[in-house]
């Protein structure tokens, strides 16, 4: 017999692979048992493959499967989307300043198109995040 599993729909770009959104994620576990599938915006090059960042995700531990999508979030969002399927969504995005999703309002148009609980994570990519830390070593 299977425990009932928490299936949770994450959408996330540059964000995909961060320690905020893996936290996110880990979190979620402790309330009970739950299976990811991340789906991934695709606005271009430069993000990992969406199999890197599965096994990413997998290698610390989460049961998670994953997809890209259209480059338009609230199309892939849409595109993805079964409330039969999914019990909740987390959205992963840049910071105010630097997030083109924020700027669409993205985690609250999820919020009314789903009718589901939403967990907006703010993480920065891997690029900004080393890009932060040379600046402290730089600076002290």
Do not use: N
Request: glycine share 6%.
């Amino acid at each position: 017999m299977h425990a009932f599993k928490y299936r949770v729909l994450v959408i996330a770009c540059r964000t995909a692979d961060s320690p905020e959104l893996r936290k996110a994620m880990g979190t979620r576990c402790e309330l009970g048992p739950a299976a990811f599938t991340l789906v991934v915006p695709r606005a271009g090059s430069g993000t990992a493959t969406i199999q890197d960042l599965v096994d990413h995700l997998r290698e610390a531990g989460f049961e998670v499967d994953g997809f890209d999508a259209d480059a338009d979030p609230i199309v892939a969002f849409q595109e993805a989307w079964d409330p039969g399927r999914f019990d909740e969504v987390i959205v992963s995005t840049l910071p105010t300043e630097a997030s083109r999703w924020l700027q669409i309002d993205l985690p609250h148009r999820v919020a009314r198109i789903a009718d589901a609980p939403v967990t907006h994570v703010v993480a920065w990519s891997r690029a900004q995040a080393a890009a932060a830390a040379a600046s402290r070593v730089m600076s002290g």
